[in-house]
């Protein structure tokens, strides 16, 4: 099932209870689904776009235009089977956010990656990473969150792989690279994982599910 809106920023009307907020950017229906931190981490502030407006989160999106998830980057990206948000959507007052604004801003992610249902979740980042992995897969407690280590790996999940990234902000020479390698290997492969039970059905049409 596809979600039907032709909407790029804010696809699902998002409205929380903050003043400032960066929705989530891309397409509704895409084959990866890029997870931040929150603006103040990763950007947005100002353009309302996730991963705009930074030096390291410019890199971080020349690195997605190489590995053929953006078509195009800035301030409005143009998108390729891509969708970008934040585990907290609000700005937050502080340099980061409490643990109480986390969770009352939780559900909006959630629906995001619920209804996306993306093949491919990157989660950017140490916190990212950690509530992906607990949510979403039965890995977290056989992980060691050293980020470094877990840049561009795989990480099979119930119905999800995922993909950590490295905040942009702590890159070093070569994680660019290593992450863009790392992206066109795994759209070399089967990666969607789908079945078509067209076979069982009459007519000629496909039916794939997951």
Wanted: with cysteine; hydrophobic share 35%.
């Amino acid at each position: 099932m596809q979600t039907v809106t032709d909407r790029v920023s804010n696809p699902f009307g998002f409205a929380p209870d903050c003043e400032r907020f960066v929705p989530g950017y891309g397409d509704a229906n895409a084959d990866f689904h890029v997870v931040g931190d929150h603006p103040k981490a990763h950007g947005g502030v100002e353009t309302g776009v996730p991963f705009t407006e930074t030096v390291a989160s410019e890199r971080f999106q020349t690195a997605l235009r190489r590995a053929g998830l953006l078509e195009t980057t800035g301030d409005e990206p143009d998108v390729a089977g891509t969708y970008l948000s934040y585990r907290h959507l609000c700005v937050p007052d502080d340099a980061e956010p409490t643990a109480a604004e986390y969770a009352d801003t939780e559900r909006f992610v959630d629906t995001e990656i619920r209804a996306i249902t993306a093949h491919v979740l990157l989660p950017v980042g140490e916190r990212a990473t950690r509530y992906v992995l607990e949510t979403y897969t039965a890995q977290a407690h056989k992980t060691e969150y050293d980020m470094a280590a877990l840049h561009g790996e795989e990480i099979r999940g119930a119905g999800w792989l995922v993909f950590p990234v490295r905040d942009p902000r702590e890159w070093d020479a070569g994680d660019d690279d290593r992450l863009v390698t790392a992206l066109r290997e795994l759209q070399a492969t089967d990666y969607r994982r789908e079945s078509d039970l067209g076979r069982f059905l009459a007519g000629d049409d496909p039916y794939r599910v997951r």
